[in-house]
């Protein structure tokens, strides 16, 4: 008998163990089946935001392969697959040449969410257009070519299967008065960025990593070249005898020089030379920029070209500003008027941006 309720009472007090530890355990349970849970909407969530992203970024193409190859690719796999030519290796010697970089070891305010973030809803971008000009074009530059030229092409995908291309000369440190950055930020656009001058180049190498990246004045005949660039960190600083208010300071460094032209071949390999927008403002050397492109192997669908500055006065004969007017058309292009404010724009005879 004794035995009996000894065993009872040990099976009892094993009970209360077992429901004791079960209680005990219970909160690690709950705890456990709740972080579960919010792993599982989290990643819903991500994957949805993701594909949000994606189609958000779509609309401007026909397919998603553009997008993907322009993000995901490391700088050195971009670098072969879009330009499978030597030259590019010169150009890093000779101009500081900078690929793209990897969309992953972007800063967290480069990358593609963060400017999705900034630039608001296409195809009107809205948001954008509202920032001053520490990240935009200085007069809205960049807002009336796009909705001029090329807002309805985009809002129908007719881009033929691939990303638009531009090129900006004179692109300072990216960031201040520049007339690029949205086509590269918001319609994820493959550009190539030149500024010639040392002491804002090293700024534009940090301000906008997803572009490729020059240092030099694209405005000699042969390359190998050197001029004097002037040595101060304003926007319209540029060649002597171009950049008149500097030729007192006489405070010039030497830059390396060389042709537009075959750096507009080999950089847009993959898309035959052909780029859709190209911002021209090097303070009165347009001309000589001009003068290095071969027209018959670049084509350049609309083209804004600065034609009023410190040494083009407004309604003042200027031998630049007529000597670009020559050059544009003897090449063909179309003058389209009152689009910009000191700026002519241009655009190719077959380009299908004409202006809505």
């Not at 040990?10 to 349970?29: A, D, E, G, Q, Y």
């Not at 954008?128 to 960049?142: A, G, I, K, Q, V």
């Not at 042969?222 to 600083?237: L, M, P, S, W, Y």
Request: aromatic share 12%.
């Amino acid at each position: 008998m004794f035995s009996t309720r000894k065993l009872l009472h040990t099976t009892k007090k094993r009970n209360r163990s077992k429901s004791s530890f079960f209680f005990k355990v219970l909160p690690f349970l709950a705890a456990m089946s709740t972080f579960v849970l919010l792993f599982l909407i989290i990643s819903t969530f991500h994957y949805s935001f993701l594909s949000s992203a994606d189609e958000s970024l779509d609309f401007f193409v026909k397919d998603k392969v553009n997008v993907s190859a322009r993000i995901d690719s490391t700088p050195k796999e971009r670098k072969l697959k879009i330009k499978s030519n030597t030259a590019i290796a010169l150009y890093e010697s000779d101009y500081n040449y900078k690929p793209p970089e990897n969309s992953f070891d972007l800063p967290v305010d480069n990358t593609v969410f963060a400017h999705m973030k900034e630039c608001g809803y296409g195809p009107d971008f809205g948001k954008y257009f509202t920032l001053n000009d520490s990240r935009r074009s200085n007069t809205n530059e960049d807002k009336k070519i796009y909705e001029r030229f090329f807002k309805k092409r985009i809002e129908e995908g007719d881009f033929n299967g691939r990303g638009g291309t531009f090129i900006e000369l004179g692109a300072f440190d990216g960031l201040h008065e520049t007339n690029s950055r949205f086509y590269e930020a918001c319609l994820g656009w493959e550009g190539l960025l030149i500024e010639g001058n040392p002491v804002v180049y090293e700024a534009l190498l940090a301000n906008r990593p997803s572009a490729h990246r020059m240092s030099l004045a694209p405005s000699c005949k042969e390359k190998g070249g050197r001029v004097q660039f002037a040595d101060v960190a304003v926007t319209n600083a540029g060649l002597p005898g171009h950049a008149k208010d500097y030729d007192k300071r006489k405070t010039f460094v030497d830059v390396p020089c060389g042709p537009l032209g075959p750096i507009l071949q080999d950089v847009f390999e993959e898309s035959s030379g052909r780029i859709d927008y190209m911002s021209l403002d090097v303070e009165g050397a347009e001309a000589l920029v001009l003068n290095t492109i071969d027209f018959e192997k670049i084509r350049i669908d609309v083209a804004m070209i600065e034609v009023e500055n410190s040494f083009c006065i407004k309604n003042e004969p200027c031998e630049v500003r007529d000597q670009v007017r020559k050059i544009m058309k003897e090449a063909g292009y179309i003058q389209k008027y009152g689009v910009v404010r000191r700026s002519d724009v241009w655009v190719h005879p077959d380009s299908p941006y004409h202006g809505m």
